[in-house]
């Protein structure tokens, strides 16, 4: 069983940054960033490799979002910035015991808020 906290979700105005990070309390394949707004389906936002770093980035966040590792650590982050009111979301860590860009998790964060105001 792998444990994940997240931290780092905020208000924050149109155009601002903010950096989610995610603690792992253990070593799985792969991590991603997930978000789900009121009323949508959860979207998988950004994801990266532990071993060799490769990621994968939504074209929604892309260009605006960068998802990075610190393999000593066992934390992911996730690096916001531009960010549009439509960013505003929860914000979910994952982890993946397969497959290189996370499409289905095996372990859930508890989840953090992202608030994006116009």
């Known amino acids: 069983q792998v444990q994940l906290v997240e931290s780092g979700g905020g208000l924050v105005q149109a155009g601002g940054s903010l950096r989610l990070s995610c603690a792992a309390s253990?070593?799985?394949?792969?991590m991603g960033w997930f978000r789900q707004a009121p009323g949508k389906e959860r979207e998988r936002v950004a994801s990266?490799?532990?071993?060799?770093?490769?990621?994968y980035t939504a074209d929604s966040v892309k260009g605006r979002f960068t998802i990075s590792r610190d393999n000593a650590k066992n934390t992911v982050y996730l690096q916001m910035n531009s960010l549009k009111p439509e960013d505003t979301a929860v914000y979910y860590c994952?982890?993946?015991?397969?497959?290189?860009?996370?499409?289905?998790?095996?372990?859930w964060g508890q989840g953090t808020q992202v608030t994006v105001s116009s």
């Open positions: 253990g070593r799985t394949f792969s």
């Open positions: 994952a982890a993946c015991k397969r497959g290189s860009t996370c499409s289905q998790p095996d372990y």
């Open positions: 990266v490799m532990w071993t060799g770093g490769g990621t």
